[in-house]
């Protein structure tokens, strides 16, 4: 009933307390994110400041609502998740995924983030329709979307979780590991800078990258009819 009466009070008015008191109830608005993501953001190792669209769009967002921005890099999905539950963040950018949206409410995807492979510079494996194969062992972050991806739809490579991206370039070189599995920004990062690596030309999955709030909050139709504006003025495609 509370989080219907807020919708209410929300439609009626326009940006700014109305929305700010709904979405951001301790007068700054705290967003959390993937900080480890590039498709999300980007965090300078010298100062900490964030950059990317998870700055843009927090920004844009608190300037509408007449609020200060508070961003902080989270090192893995769980603790995006608990952050909204326990109310100690208002929104999150994460992935949408199914299991996820149990704890969680969804807005509308503002970005498509590819995933594909990573492989050894020698390998055999030319596209993502090689790798589903008997015998292919494939490599992911537990937890995170192309994983709880590949975990459901794999029929015949062997899924395993070596841990750290160090260990899996480790276990990579040595021919334990034939592809690892991750957004497409990430990848071409350690390619760049890894010549015992490529990535493949091709996607196994388009990531639809959201902004999460806390389940059966009001704040969601808020974070909606902002994320139209934004792809209306040409915000997301910019960030």
């Known amino acids: 009933h509370i989080a219907k009466l807020a919708l209410v009070f929300v439609a009626a008015a326009g940006w700014g307390m109305g929305q700010s008191a709904v979405i951001a109830p301790t007068g700054t608005l ?31 967002l608190g300037r509408k609502l007449g609020v200060p921005v508070n961003i902080t890099p989270l090192g893995g999905v769980p603790p995006i998740l608990e952050a909204l539950k326990n109310h100690t963040a208002d929104i999150g ?17 503002y970005l498509l983030g590819w995933s594909t492979y990573l492989v050894p510079k020698a390998s055999a494996l030319r596209s993502v329709k090689d790798v589903d194969r008997a015998g292919i062992r494939v490599a992911a972050n537990a937890g995170d979307s192309p994983d709880l991806f590949l975990s459901r739809n794999l029929k015949a490579a062997m899924l395993l979780h070596p841990g750290p991206l160090d260990q899996v370039l480790k276990a990579m070189a040595a021919g334990e590991i034939d592809a690892y599995a991750t957004n497409r920004q990430r990848l071409l990062q350690v390619a760049a800078t890894d010549a015992r690596f490529r990535v493949l030309d091709d996607n196994f999955f388009a990531v639809e990258q959201s902004i999460a709030v806390s389940k059966g909050s009001a704040a969601l139709e808020i974070v909606n009819r902002f994320l139209d504006e934004a792809k209306t003025s040409g915000l997301v495609r910019s960030a």
């Open 93 to 109: 950018f994460v992935a949408v995924d199914p299991t996820r949206a149990v704890e969680v409410d969804f807005s509308q995807p």
């Open 30 to 60: 705290r967003v959390v994110f993937l900080g480890g993501n590039p498709t999300q953001g980007r965090v300078d190792a010298k100062t900490g400041a964030v950059s990317g669209p998870v700055r843009d769009l927090s920004d844009a």
